[in-house]
């Protein structure tokens, strides 16, 4: 009698853990649907943005790259751009280092 008891009691605990195991996948790509919603999928977003405004740039635009320099573009390039930071100063300066346009921001 003892013996029947704690098979079936071994039997019932082997059932609950396949059902905890379950849950647990639920929960885990419950999370994965989660993180890509609010982290992961913005993210893209953001870049396919900034893509796009680096393939716009022409000459003339005002502009702010990653270190901070401001000036305005006088030459693009396949992979960079020719930067006029002073009167007589321009610098060559990698498209992926430009992150905005500020010349909207002035308007305003």
């Known amino acids: 009698m003892q013996m029947l008891t704690i098979f079936l009691q071994a039997a019932g605990a082997a059932t609950n853990a396949k059902g905890g195991g ?7 790509i419950l999370l994965f649907v ?7 999928r913005p993210q893209q977003k953001k870049q396919k943005e900034m893509e ?9 635009d005002k502009v702010v790259t990653v270190g901070g320099i401001y000036g305005i573009v006088d030459e693009i390039s396949e992979k960079t751009l020719l930067i006029k930071v002073d009167k007589d ?7 992926a280092s430009v992150v905005k346009d500020f010349s909207d921001t002035q308007a305003k």
């Open 22 to 28: 379950m849950s647990f996948l639920i929960m885990m």
């Open 34 to 40: 989660i993180m890509w919603l609010f982290m992961i």
């Open 52 to 60: 796009k405004f680096r393939n716009e740039l022409q000459p003339g």
């Open 89 to 95: 100063v321009k610098i060559k300066v990698d498209k």
